[in-house]
């Protein structure tokens, strides 16, 4: 199975984005999905996670009331919607996805650049 983010572009701060991780398999489910970003020179960054069921598990303070994840049941796919972007959100966005019951993500998807100009 592989994973495919999309939606990436430029846009200036105080834009949205909405980015989609889908799945090479309509079948794959997955009992957690994380979006992930990594900034030059800087750590990779959990910003959300959703389970299976649609339920919205973590979203990082750093993009909290801006950033919203959710399932697309009828894509099989999950999306991060961004909001009032700014200048550091700026990086790459990867989606990955993990069993229940475990912490290690299995499945990583190329990630999509996301660029927010001031």
């Known amino acids: 199975v592989q994973l495919q983010a999309s939606g990436g572009g430029l846009v200036q701060a105080g834009g949205s984005l909405r980015l989609s991780c889908a799945a090479s398999?309509?079948?794959?489910?997955?009992?957690?999905v994380g979006w992930f970003r990594q900034a030059p020179g800087k750590e990779r960054e959990y910003v959300a996670g959703?389970?299976?069921?649609?339920?919205?598990?973590y979203i990082a303070n750093s993009v909290k009331g801006r950033f919203t994840i959710s399932r697309d049941t009828v894509k099989n796919a999950v999306c991060l919607q961004m909001n009032s972007l700014k200048p550091e959100d700026t990086a790459v966005y990867s989606c990955?996805?993990?069993?229940?019951?475990?912490?290690?993500?299995?499945?990583w998807g190329q990630g999509t650049q996301v660029t927010v100009s001031s």
């Open positions: 398999e309509s079948t794959f489910s997955p009992g957690y």
């Open positions: 959703i389970t299976t069921n649609g339920v919205t598990v």
């Open positions: 990955a996805a993990r069993n229940a019951g475990t912490l290690y993500f299995e499945w």
